[in-house]
């Protein structure tokens, strides 16, 4: 079997298969929309939705529902051992319950958005990761380790080592290792973590204070020496972040980017449909498809983005299966990151003037050290 990151049901409802013979074994109705589910053992299954709901099934009927089970979508379930099950959910949370679904144990929240994967990894610990771009390693339900990415973590797994794996959006998969024999080379690791600095540098919201407070002062790039030519490095000058790429030739950083604020933002006009209604919005995309025509998606901060792309399919009669990848562009476009309700104003932050192109290493498959408490 091979672990995959897309998980998706075009049915709201559960399907059992017989094992060798790829044959419809059961099928397990009673969800409104798309469906996660957990098998527990040959004869114990958990399903959840976007109708915020957990059903359990034995035998293929089902013993008990809870309703609400999250204030958003539920996205994945894990296992763990004997005692119960992880679940996440759009609502920035992850709980712990058991088989039987009467009791909550416990309820953890650190994400800042979404968390679209959640992984027990053995027994005191899991993993979780999103739309915040954060792989965040708890111990005992206490966040140990946080990992930025370059790009939402669709999916998490672990192996027979006790290894995290994640699947980035950048298309790629990295493995996370307690072992110190078998640590990536420490320009791996850097690339990997300059990776992170720039998607997070050229995201809608920008740096945090946090992740700028980390980079190097503008006053060491002589402390700095690149590893390869063409390397693109982060450095804050004046407490604000400026790209720097390595010229090997002559040995020294050459400034190509500024990251600053881009201000107040204008509002495009949209003539309306009937699903859009006539104004003006903080953004009008142009969504090409494989034909390569383009149609228009307006969009206002504040709101759904699962609900827009829904109509947004609907309007051009696409199928459902964009409609993960198109909720994905509206939350990694926009400052909202597609969360619905009122949005704090800001000051977006934008890398701009790159005279060069970046060159940087392809990272497919590495280890990285998670740091020991």
């Given at each position: 079997f091979f672990f995959s990151s897309r998980r998706r049901h075009t049915r709201c409802s559960g399907v059992s298969w017989a094992r060798r013979c790829v044959q419809e074994t059961d099928k397990l109705p009673g969800h409104s929309y798309a469906v996660c589910v957990l098998a527990v053992d040959d004869d114990f299954i958990v399903t959840g939705s976007q109708d915020k709901a957990i059903n359990f099934w034995r035998g293929g009927k089902k013993v008990k529902s809870v309703a609400n089970a999250h204030n958003d979508i539920i996205r994945e379930f894990s296992k763990c051992g004997t005692i119960g099950f992880l679940s996440?959910?759009?609502?920035?949370?992850?709980?712990?319950?058991?088989?039987?679904?009467?009791?909550?144990?416990?309820?953890?929240?650190?994400?800042?958005?979404?968390?679209?994967?959640?992984?027990?990894?053995?027994?005191?610990?899991?993993?979780?990761?999103?739309?915040?771009?954060?792989?965040?390693?708890?111990?005992?339900?206490?966040?140990?380790?946080?990992?930025?990415?370059?790009?939402?973590?669709?999916?998490?797994?672990?192996?027979?080592?006790?290894?995290?794996?994640?699947?980035?959006?950048?298309?790629?998969?990295?493995?996370?290792?307690?072992?110190?024999?078998?640590?990536?080379?420490?320009?791996?690791?850097?690339?990997?973590?300059?990776?992170?600095?720039?998607?997070?540098?050229?995201?809608?919201?920008?740096?945090?204070?946090?992740?700028?407070?980390?980079l190097p002062d503008a006053s060491q790039l002589g402390s700095f020496k690149g590893k390869t030519d063409g390397e693109i490095r982060l450095f804050k000058s004046n407490n604000k972040p400026e790209a720097y790429i390595w010229k090997q030739a002559e040995s020294k950083w050459d400034k190509i980017g500024d990251v600053i604020g881009s201000g107040a933002q204008s509002k495009s006009f949209y003539e309306g449909d009937k699903y859009f209604p006539q104004g003006e919005y903080d953004y009008i995309f142009n969504i090409e498809d494989e034909s390569n025509s383009k149609r228009l998606l307006p969009y206002n901060d504040g709101d759904s983005a699962l609900e827009v792309a829904e109509k947004f399919i609907v309007r051009e009669g696409l199928n459902k299966g964009y409609l993960e990848q198109i909720t994905s562009f509206i939350r990694n476009n926009t400052r909202s990151r597609g969360k619905a309700g009122p949005q704090k104003q800001s000051q977006p932050l934008s890398l701009i003037h790159i005279s060069e192109p970046t060159r940087l290493l392809s990272i497919s498959y590495a280890v990285f050290c998670l740091k020991k408490k």
């Open positions: 996440c959910s759009n609502d920035e949370t992850i709980k712990f319950w058991t088989f039987d679904g009467v009791n909550v144990l416990n309820m953890v929240g650190g994400h800042s958005s979404f968390v679209f994967t959640v992984q027990h990894v053995n027994d005191d610990i899991f993993a979780s990761g999103g739309e915040d771009r954060v792989l965040k390693v708890w111990r005992n339900e206490l966040g140990q380790q946080d990992v930025p990415h370059p790009g939402t973590i669709w999916s998490i797994t672990a192996n027979n080592h006790g290894d995290i794996l994640t699947a980035c959006a950048d298309g790629k998969i990295r493995v996370f290792t307690q072992d110190q024999a078998r640590v990536a080379s420490q320009q791996q690791i850097e690339e990997f973590e300059r990776e992170a600095e720039m998607a997070n540098a050229q995201g809608p919201e920008g740096m945090s204070p946090e992740q700028l407070d980390k």
